[in-house]
């Protein structure tokens, strides 16, 4: 069965930096689209970063600046470095996975606003920013 784990998550400073790490099995295929999102307290999910089959990587505008994505080499794992991080960064950050991305390429930042077209998830880890 497709399965995905998160980890990494804690409390920290303001200013501070954390390393996240998804990692997904149970997939065919050695890449899949991968995806993190967060959820802060009383607010809608939003899309972080996502990863598309051929490698390519979007992070969102909000944080592009702060955070960066990328794939480990054994091709399953997806790491979120989050540096200089703010209150506002504080939520539960979950790391979603699908065989294949709707969108991918240049259209890949499209996928920051579909989670619904990712079939696996994460329990969830938990990040809090203090200032």
């Known amino acids: 069965q497709e399965k995905v784990v998160e980890s990494g998550g804690g409390s920290v400073q303001s200013g501070g930096s954390l390393r996240l790490s998804c990692l997904a099995s149970g997939y065919s295929r050695s890449t899949t689209c991968m995806a993190w999102f967060r959820q802060a307290p009383d607010s809608e999910r939003e899309g972080i970063a996502v990863?598309?089959?051929?490698?390519?990587?979007v992070v969102a505008d909000s944080v592009k600046d702060r955070f960066t994505a990328s794939r480990g080499d054994d091709k399953d794992s997806f790491y979120l470095q989050m540096d200089d991080v703010k209150p506002e960064d504080t939520g539960t950050y979950y790391c979603?996975?699908?065989?294949?991305?709707?969108?991918?390429?240049?259209?890949?930042?499209?996928?920051?606003?579909?989670?619904?077209?990712?079939?696996?998830w994460g329990q969830g880890t938990q990040v809090t920013v203090s200032s």
């Open positions: 979603a996975a699908a065989t294949f991305c709707v969108y991918g390429g240049t259209l890949l930042a499209r996928e920051l606003t579909r989670p619904d077209d990712f079939n696996s």
């Open positions: 990863i598309d089959y051929d490698g390519n990587v």
